[in-house]
Structures are given as structure tokens and as C-alpha cells.
């Protein structure tokens, strides 16, 4: 069965510091991974898009690290601010259709001033 | 603003009711696609439409169904509802409709069944 896990559930870090969000996936066969940002009450919002040749890919403070061969990637935040407080999910597709989406529950982070 | 607008941003019904919720996608978008989010769970696909057609289908129940009209904008009609339907609904659209586009998501409606 295709899963993807995230951890941890929820992180709060101060203002300013770096953390490292982990997604494990079991997903086959894998197109790519994706990482979304959804502020409360709101639509996600994509960060990242990678595909199985891509290991590392930046928008901004955000640096997403895709190991194919472990399965597994990470979302680095680098000098939070308190605007990156929200939940980060990962999704991994199988390529074709939107069925082939397999989303994780994400991770909730917490910045504090 | 992802380009992609939902209407209306809260409904709140009873049980057994029906309601329609819409969605526009961003212009030039030809894939609609439907996602339900509750409590503390992760995003479930419920459905996808490409340019007026079924393109795939999540875990969307019976009483769910969906279509998308000729200008392009859905509407996901939810039936006999009951107190587990009450969730955010998300629509997103894209360009096309490989697994590679990226998605754009609505601000979503929030749905609560009394």
C-alpha cells in the first residue's frame, strides 16, 4: 500500500533557528515529491516539485533533499520567521493522474518570537 | 491568491441536506480537481475533471458526484449528508493533467453539518 509519513507531527522552534522536516514515502512507482505550505483555514501552496533524477531543490529559505534510493526527503527552513508557521505537507505521485497522489498529514510548525 | 476561487467559503447545513459547492480554476486551467481535508487528517483526492470529463476518482462516496460545464467551472454536489461530511472542501486546478503539473489550490469552503 502506498504511504507517505511525516514527521515530526509538530515542531516549535524560536524565531530565527533552522529545523528540518522529514517525509518517508513507500510510494512505487515514483514520478516525484512535492511539498506544500498551508497556512491555517487556507489552500496549500506549493513549494518544491521534484522529480526521481532532482536531489535538492530551493525557493527562497526553503530547501527540499529527495533520496530516491532510501525514499526519503526533507524540507529545511532556514532563519524562520514567523509567516513559515503552518503545516508542510508532502506528496509523492505515481505520474498519471490525480489518483496517483499520495498525501502525507503533515508536519504542524510553530515559529515563536 | 492562487487564481482559483471557491464558493461560498462557509456552509453550514443539517443532516440529510444537500448543497452545491463551486469552483472556478485559474484561467487557461483545463484540470479541476476535488479534495475533502477534515480534523487533523491529511488531504483526500476525491475527484478529477479534464476539459468536461471524469479523468480519476478518489475515495469519493456514492453520495458525492462532481462535473465540470463547458467554461470550465465545477461544482461538487454532496447528498444525504451526515454529521462525518463536515470538513474543508478544496478545490485545485492545473494546466493539464499529468502527475508532474503543478496544482493550485482555492481557498477552500469549510462545510459544517449539524
Known amino acids: 500500500k502506498n504511504q507517505v509519513e511525516q514527521s515530526p507531527q509538530s515542531l516549535i522552534i524560536l524565531e530565527g533557528k533552522n529545523c528540518t522536516l522529514q517525509c518517508n514515502y513507500t510510494v512505487s512507482p515514483f514520478s516525484n515529491l512535492r511539498w506544500y505550505k498551508q497556512d491555517t483555514g487556507r489552500g496549500p501552496v506549493s513549494l518544491t516539485i521534484m522529480t526521481f533524477s532532482e536531489n535538492t531543490k530551493s525557493n527562497g529559505r526553503y530547501t527540499a533533499t529527495l533520496d530516491a534510493d532510501t525514499k526519503q526527503s526533507s524540507l529545511h527552513i532556514t532563519a524562520s520567521q514567523l509567516s513559515d508557521s503552518a503545516s508542510y505537507i508532502c506528496?509523492?505521485?505515481?505520474?498519471?493522474?490525480?489518483?496517483?497522489?499520495?498525501f502525507g498529514k503533515g508536519t504542524h510548525l510553530i515559529i515563536q518570537p | 491568491d492562487s487564481g482559483v476561487t471557491q464558493t461560498p467559503k462557509h456552509l453550514i447545513t443539517a443532516t440529510g441536506q444537500r448543497v452545491t459547492l463551486r469552483c472556478s480554476p485559474r484561467?487557461?486551467?483545463?484540470?479541476v480537481y476535488w479534495y475533502q481535508q477534515s480534523l487533523d487528517q491529511g488531504l483526500q483526492f476525491l475527484i478529477q475533471y479534464y476539459n468536461g470529463e471524469e479523468r480519476a476518482k478518489g475515495n469519493i462516496l456514492e453520495r458525492f458526484s462532481a462535473q465540470q460545464f463547458p467554461d470550465l467551472h465545477s461544482e461538487l454536489n454532496l447528498s444525504s449528508l451526515e454529521l462525518g461530511d463536515s470538513a474543508l472542501y478544496f478545490c485545485?486546478?492545473?494546466?493539464?493533467?499529468?502527475?508532474?503539473?503543478?496544482?493550485?489550490f482555492g481557498p477552500g469552503t469549510r462545510l459544517t453539518v449539524l
Open positions: 506528496v509523492v505521485s505515481v505520474g498519471g493522474g490525480a489518483d496517483g497522489l499520495t
Open positions: 484561467s487557461g486551467d483545463l484540470s
Open positions: 485545485a486546478s492545473s494546466a493539464r493533467t499529468s502527475g508532474y503539473n503543478e496544482q493550485f
